[in-house]
């Protein structure tokens, strides 16, 4: 089990800045997926980007402009950068992880149901 722990929410102008932070602990496995979900009220958890063990990066369709996730392996953490917030950002934002690659998935990594570790989550609130 990885645990995953996130930070850097916070509330945010439209067209502003923030960029989160997941810290994780050492995977056991060598390949590994890392991916930010976001879930607002009375919605569905939505697969914001992902990036695998090798730096490999999918990004949902809303994400592909605004959004960039990285990875600094000597620390343990993965970094969702989001740039022109708008107030549709407006959600809790998870980190999840799961042993394997999103490039074997169907889903490519932005559906929940492959990932089997979750953080609690931050808060993100954009205000316009």
């Known amino acids: 089990q990885v645990q995953l722990v996130e930070s850097g929410g916070g509330s945010a102008q439209a067209g502003g800045s923030l960029r989160l932070s997941c810290a994780t602990s050492?995977?056991?496995?060598?390949?590994?997926?890392l991916g930010w979900f976001r879930q607002a009220p009375a919605k569905e958890p939505e697969g914001v980007a992902v990036i695998d063990s090798d730096g490999a990066t999918n990004y949902a369709d809303s994400a592909k402009a605004r959004c960039v996730i990285s990875k600094d392996d000597a620390k343990d953490i993965i970094y969702l950068q989001m740039d022109s917030l708008k107030p549709e950002d407006t959600a809790m934002y998870f980190c999840?992880?799961?042993?394997?690659?999103?490039?074997?998935?169907?889903?490519?990594?932005?559906?929940?149901?492959?990932?089997?570790?979750w953080g609690q989550g931050t808060q993100v609130t954009v205000s316009s």
């Open positions: 999840a992880a799961f042993a394997g690659s999103w490039r074997s998935l169907m889903s490519r990594g932005l559906e929940p149901y492959a990932y089997s570790d």
């Open positions: 050492r995977f056991t496995s060598a390949r590994y997926s």
